[in-house]
């Protein structure tokens, strides 16, 4: 999130968790192929995934991170997300809300 001032997520419309994902799902190349609109819905709908599959020990069951991973996946591949990237990506996310979860966990 540190890329990430106030002005540049006010500008853009993330809220505040959102620039981690934003940044990790836009890098430069896929960033020029899908834009910084589509980079934006991607983002939003990965933060909300994550805070609706967050739990208390998600980060330490295999079979909760694998839901996860499923969910993030759907979530890219009904937005274009280029595929060869998408494995990267999802675990970048998964990276990120480990660092987040904090912030959701009920």
Excluded: C, H, N
């Excluded at 896929?30 to 909300?48: N, P, W, Y």
């Excluded at 020990?57 to 009904?78: F, N, Y």
């Amino acid at each position: 999130m540190a890329r990430f001032g106030r002005g540049r997520r006010k500008k853009l419309g993330l809220s505040e968790d959102e620039p981690a994902f934003y940044d990790a799902l836009g890098d430069a190349d896929v960033a020029s192929v899908m834009g910084d609109e589509a980079l934006r819905t991607i983002a939003r709908e990965v933060a909300q995934t994550v805070r609706d599959r967050t739990r208390i020990d998600w980060s330490v069951r295999e079979s909760v991170r694998a839901d996860m991973r499923r969910s993030v996946r759907r979530v890219l591949r009904r937005f274009g997300y280029p595929p060869e990237r998408t494995e990267d990506a999802t675990e970048l996310v998964v990276k990120q809300a480990e660092q987040l979860t904090a912030d959701y966990a009920p």
